[in-house]
């Protein structure tokens, strides 16, 4: 059975800093695509915004306009782990945060929640202003 298991959320100020980690587990294969998506307060699932995506076979990543420049993705494939580096915190970045994979890639790192075929529980990020 495949598995995400995300961690790394808390309560944090404004303009303070987050790393997200996602590890990945019992699945045959290892060129698919892991993504991060974010719920806000009052969505529902199928709003999740997608933020950031790595894709295992090839390495090419991609970043929402809404949060590049702050929001960095990275994996560690020895571990199994997927990365999120959140700088420069908004209150508007308050979410519940989910790793996602993608097990049938056609276009490499899409941001599309339509995409993805697994997620994990999420983890949640609160900013305070």
């Known amino acids: 059975e495949f598995q995400l298991v995300e961690s790394g959320g808390g309560l944090v100020q404004a303009g303070g800093s987050l790393r997200l980690s996602c590890v990945a587990s019992?699945?045959?294969?290892?060129?698919?695509?892991l993504a991060w998506f974010r719920q806000a307060p009052g969505k529902e699932r199928e709003e999740r915004e997608g933020v950031s995506c790595l894709s295992r076979s090839n390495g090419m990543t991609n970043v929402a306009d809404s949060v590049k420049g702050r929001f960095t993705i990275s994996s560690d494939n020895a571990k199994n782990t997927l990365y999120l580096q959140i700088d420069n915190l908004k209150p508007e970045d308050t979410a519940v945060y989910y790793c996602?994979?993608?097990?049938?890639?056609?276009?490499?790192?899409?941001?599309?929640?339509?995409?993805?075929?697994?997620w994990g529980q999420g983890t949640q990020v609160t900013v305070s202003s």
């Open positions: 996602a994979a993608d097990f049938f890639p056609g276009e490499s790192c899409s941001l599309s929640y339509y995409a993805y075929d697994y």
């Open positions: 019992g699945f045959t294969f290892d060129d698919y695509d």
